[in-house]
């Protein structure tokens, strides 16, 4: 028989407790459950569910550059992580290739020592250079490698107290209905012992493979592509996970302009594939890899292949793919009834171009006429958001305070299409507009003229008021949109979608503004460098911490946290302080721009003051947490904060005590968010210095935290708010969402005119925007 099974752990006997550890983590739920075989997973985010699991390595993955010896790092890394999924009760096979490159290693080195005495003992030291290698057949190679192979991943997996098996095959194990038989039962007991079985044709014995030596249904087994496929479905695994040397399946041969990596790939979709060159290494290929996945997924596995070379990766490719994460090429054989994420942001990208070159009148039509469906069809919004709302309080998954952002009414339906006219107003002279003109040289002039920033991810949590605010800011400024609101709003934020749509195809833009509506996970989105301009989250602070977390090579705008800070001196009217912190905290608690922290200079200790404040707090059930300074202060004092970097929410702040203006200045540098912080005090010298010392995005004098939003200041809705340090910052409108473009005019101009040689002079003189050709905008 061809099929040898040679236990690679002796002290399997002596751990007469593995298999009572494995069933106690089933029992208690800390596996995934098995689930009944012959359909694969239609979706990524199934791919958690997987229980049984084989792992392929292809000989890119384990051999090194030179294709002598193994990549111990990467190789330890993979077996890392099979060893983490493992412990966690899922059951993990690996095929593995890596013998032949670890046999010619060896065989190498024997060869060069046998040669190297050889020579020296009849032609002298000075000949050892001249000494050439034979070619080393892989047969003997892979005899010669074998066992170093399985020696090192038994020394691996032993340092996670996981235990393995070596099973060598060959194609006519397949075809024997008793070997195959003998080779499924042996698997099922290694994993039913918890051990994770090595599996690799033998190479040694192995025939060169035959073409087209399929039999009908059944695929051959040629290199380890076909032997992972055949074992996978054999052994009815939920999924096979193809490690290679590139990122996935492209569209045409990796590194051509046009390659596109294949996020998705459907059994349909063979014919739109262009196969480049196989492997450096290995007897497969691209082509090979597809063949066998498509096999593997008609026998009920689901497959994803990725690459398992790439050093920034490697380390969690396996685990990031059964985390459902974006990564690879899923095969799938359920086709989504609409465009993917991908084909959605470049439909929005090419609309969007079309909607920038409109003239202003034409975005303020599509904007007004936006406004007008808010209240025509205010009847459907408000039914599809009563879905909402119920279903979000029969599942009581939201807070009172999301529950309130989640909820629309006729009056907020009113305000929404105010705020919309405001913004079709303010786009007359938004896009193209001219900041700076120069003449360079004579007949050489130069413009600086505002344009879109391009495509805008906004991701947005259980508001579905955002949507047509910055659906209309996106229209105003020209941007292609995609939006991703929370599953919580979903009925309402697919009526809006639909109005902004029916709004912009007034003029032939529909797809400029797209909702996400697929199971995409705002991680995956945010890795669309290549696509997507800017992203702006829009909800609680770890949404925005996640965000700015994901996004390799996106800018993010907006803020982490809110932590606001109203400062009262010393020399503050009462009742101003008493109606700026009662509206900074309690008008909306749950806002960004709400307060959070109290200040209060410490002469107002103990005066009828403070005693007024903490009355007003009381009386508004405000809970009160005390800073280290404020609780030295009292004998019994309330909570005292656990951090006074802290953003509530709620109705909750925290109180301390500062010495002067300066002291207020310095703990909100150290403590606050930089988002928006006020002063209450009739000194207007000491306004002054907390205005120009205090580094934040909004700084008040005299007025609430509230204000810091982007309708109070005039911008009819605002995308959100930035507390970055470029682009923009504070509340963000519609110029926030523009960036600039030089264009420069000559007649026949060149570099070498104004060369020592050259008959040109530079004037770089500035000229008044006003003077513009006719038909070109100016600021007004």
Same mark, same amino acid.
């Given at each position: ?60 993955? =384990? ?8 990549? @111990?790092?990467?190789? !330890? ?19 593995? *290739? ?38 080393? &057949? ?30 060598? =095959? ?190 202003? &009148? ?46 629309? *009414? ?24 001219? @900041? ?189 947490? !005390? ?15 656990? *951090? ?137």
């Amino acid at each position: 028989m061809y099929l040898q099974k040679m236990f690679s752990c002796s002290r399997l006997l002596a751990r007469p407790n593995a298999l009572q550890t494995f069933r106690r983590a089933a029992s208690q739920g800390k596996m995934p459950l098995a689930r009944a075989h012959g359909k694969s997973f239609a979706h990524r985010s199934e791919l958690r569910q997987a229980k049984r699991i084989v792992v392929k390595l292809g000989s890119a993955v =384990v051999t090194r550059g030179d294709e002598c010896g193994l990549a @111990l790092g990467r190789l !330890a890394s993979i077996v890392e992580q099979v060893a983490v999924l493992q412990n966690q009760g899922r059951e993990m096979m690996i095929v593995t *290739s890596g013998a032949v490159a670890f046999g010619k290693q060896r065989l190498r080195h024997e060869i060069l020592l046998s040669q190297s005495v050889r020579q020296a003992l009849h032609s002298g030291q000075n000949q050892l250079k001249d000494m050439a290698l034979p070619v080393l &057949e892989a047969r003997a190679c892979a005899a010669a490698g074998q066992s170093g192979l399985m020696a090192l991943y038994e020394a691996m997996f032993t340092q996670y107290s996981t235990c393995t098996a070596q099973i060598l =095959v060959t194609n006519l194990d397949f075809h024997d209905d008793q070997k195959r038989r003998n080779l499924n039962s042996t698997l099922h007991e290694l994993l039913r012992m918890n051990i994770v079985p090595i599996i690799n044709t033998n190479d040694a014995v192995v025939p060169p493979p035959e073409p087209n030596s399929d039999l009908q249904g059944v695929i051959s087994i040629k290199d380890n592509d076909s032997l992972a496929a055949r074992l996978a479905v054999e052994m009815r695994a939920d999924l096979l996970i193809a490690l290679s040397d590139v990122e996935g399946l492209y569209d045409s041969p990796p590194g051509s302009d046009d390659a596109k990596l294949l996020d998705t790939f459907y059994p349909g979709d063979q014919h739109s594939i262009t196969y480049g060159t196989k492997s450096r290494v290995g007897i497969g290929g691209m082509e090979a890899k597809v063949k066998a996945a498509l096999w593997a997924l008609q026998g009920g596995t689901s497959v994803v292949i990725a690459n398992g070379t790439h050093p920034k990766v490697t380390g969690h490719v396996i685990t990031d793919i059964v985390e459902g994460k974006k990564v690879g090429t899923f095969f799938s054989e359920v086709k989504p009834a609409g465009p993917t994420v991908e084909q959605q942001t470049e439909m929005a990208r090419s609309a969007g171009r079309t909607l920038a070159s409109l003239e202003p &009148e034409q975005r303020s039509d599509i904007i007004c006429a936006f406004a007008d469906l808010l209240t025509e069809r205010k009847d459907e919004i408000l039914s599809a958001n009563k879905k909402d709302m119920e279903h979000a309080a029969n599942t009581g998954r939201l807070s009172p305070a999301l529950l309130k952002r989640l909820s629309l *009414s006729s009056s907020k339906l009113n305000s929404l299409s105010i705020g919309l006219r405001q913004i079709a107003v303010s786009s007359q002279d938004s896009v193209g507009r001219v @900041l700076r003109r120069t003449r360079v040289a004579n007949n050489l002039e130069l413009e600086q003229i505002t344009v879109p920033i391009g495509v805008l991810l906004v991701i947005f949590e259980s508001r579905p008021d955002c949507l047509p605010q910055v659906s209309a800011l996106a229209i105003a400024s020209g941007n292609a949109l995609l939006l991703k609101g929370g599953k919580e709003a979903a009925n309402t934020n697919r009526i809006l979608h639909e109005l902004a749509q029916e709004a912009l195809s007034l003029h032939g833009v529909k797809d400029a503004i797209q909702l996400v509506s697929t199971r995409e996970e705002v991680e995956d989105l945010c890795r669309l460098e290549k696509m997507i301009d800017l992203i702006i989250p829009r909800g609680s602070s770890q949404l925005v911490r996640d965000i700015q977390r994901s996004a390799k090579g996106i800018p993010v705008l907006g803020h982490s946290e809110g932590i606001c800070h109203v400062y009262v001196d010393h020399e503050a009217s009462i009742d101003k302080a008493i109606k700026i912190i009662r509206d900074s905290k309690c008008d909306y608690p749950a806002a960004c721009n709400a307060m959070e922290t109290l200040l209060v200079h410490r002469d107002l200790l103990r005066t009828p003051v403070f005693d007024q404040i903490i009355d007003m707090l009381r009386t508004e059930h405000v809970k009160i947490h !005390a800073g280290p300074k404020f609780a030295s202060y009292l004998t019994f004092s309330p909570s005292e904060v656990k *951090s006074l970097r802290t953003e509530y929410g709620d109705l909750e702040c925290c109180i301390e005590v500062v010495d002067s203006m300066q002291e207020a200045v310095d703990h909100i540098h150290k403590y606050g968010s930089s988002h928006t912080d006020v002063i209450v005090t009739e000194n207007e010298e000491t306004a002054e210095q907390f205005l120009q010392q205090l580094d934040s995005a909004c700084v008040f004098w005299n007025a609430s935290s509230r204000f810091a939003d982007g309708y109070r200041f005039g911008l009819g809705a605002e995308v959100g708010i930035s507390t970055a340090r470029i682009h923009a910052r504070g509340p963000v409108g519609l110029e926030g969402l523009l960036t600039t473009k030089w264009v420069l005019r000559g007649e026949g101009h060149t570099a070498a005119d104004f060369s020592e040689q050259g008959t040109m002079t530079y004037l770089h003189e500035n000229l008044p925007v006003a003077q513009l050709l006719p038909g070109r905008r100016t600021t007004s």
